[in-house]
């Protein structure tokens, strides 16, 4: 089964950049609104950012102005650039993406580390 494999997540100091990528396992015809989401020990998972086939995007308040989410369509591939990292962005990140038919798919996720 086809799933979303994440990397490029790591351990940064604060004020640091990471850039995360997404790619899919196998062959996906095509996805539409794909999205990154967080999960903080103790938390529950929350929505960072999200972006059409046609890139529009949304970000949640706290990531606003310090990530961008952008994508390739002829690569279904979604990437988050990171900057001004905080320890409180401190998360597992997690790929979604939905195709043609609603299907969801998720990545296992990918651990970003913010020392202070």
């Known amino acids: 089964q086809v799933q979303l494999v994440e990397s490029g997540g790591g351990l940064v100091q604060a004020g640091g950049s990471l850039t995360l990528s997404c790619a899919p396992s196998?062959?996906?015809?095509?996805?539409?609104?794909m999205a990154w989401y967080r999960q903080a020990p103790g938390k529950q998972r929350e929505l960072v950012a999200t972006i059409t086939r046609g890139a529009n995007t949304n970000y949640a308040d706290s990531v606003k102005s310090r990530f961008t989410i952008s994508r390739d369509n002829v690569k279904n591939m979604v990437y988050l650039q990171m900057n001004s990292l905080k320890p409180e962005d401190t998360a597992v990140y997690y790929c979604?993406?939905?195709?043609?038919?609603?299907?969801?798919?998720w990545g296992q996720g990918t651990q970003v580390t913010v020392s202070s």
């Open positions: 979604n993406a939905m195709d043609d038919a609603r299907y969801p798919y």
């Open positions: 196998g062959s996906i015809v095509r996805l539409n609104l």
